[in-house]
């Protein structure tokens, strides 16, 4: 992660337009944000090149894939030692239906962002990770009625 990054107010529109649609070309990003096409291009490298842009990704509706059910979990471990999260942390990226996992405080100590079929998969991942996982106090599931931002 960056550290010592500094941004201005021309790398803050860039930024929050390419969040919006990472394809718009440097000639409407120069537009947007009052700068020259060449001079928005090698701020978007520099600013890749600092880690600032972690990733240029695209984002697939989960129904297209075959996997409509968003599901978010609250998870609570027994124990958290060193040891213990990074195994429950390899155990999180082993699994393809994890999409984000974040490492919280407060009452959970995770929170996983979950893509699946349908509750039968659901049901199994929950017996492999939580139930099957000794280290592994308590889950409280939310079930995504639909997305309203993002």
């Known amino acids: 992660m960056p550290e010592s990054v500094t941004l201005d107010r021309f790398d803050h529109a860039l930024l929050q337009a390419v969040q919006r649609d990472n394809q718009t070309p440097a000639r409407l990003l120069a537009e947007q944000v009052?700068?020259?096409e060449s001079a928005v291009l090698r701020r978007l490298r520099r600013l890749r090149r600092e880690g600032v842009i972690a990733a240029d990704v695209a984002v697939v509706h989960p129904a297209v894939l075959g996997r409509?059910?968003?599901?978010?979990?609250?998870?609570?471990?027994?124990r958290e030692g060193a040891a213990q999260l990074d195994a429950f942390i390899r155990a999180?990226?082993?699994r393809p239906e994890v999409r984000e996992a974040w490492y919280v405080t407060g009452e959970a100590d995770f929170?996983?962002?979950?893509?699946?079929?349908?509750?039968?998969?659901?049901e199994a991942f929950t017996r492999a990770v939580f139930?099957?996982?000794?280290?592994?106090?308590?889950?409280?599931t939310v079930i995504a009625m639909r997305q309203v931002v993002g």
């Open 34 to 36: 009052g700068l020259s």
């Open 92 to 94: 999180l990226r082993a």
């Open 68 to 78: 409509p059910l968003c599901i978010h979990v609250l998870v609570s471990l027994e």
């Open 131 to 140: 139930h099957e996982e000794p280290n592994v106090r308590s889950f409280r």
């Open 111 to 122: 929170l996983l962002h979950l893509q699946l079929t349908d509750m039968a998969e659901y």
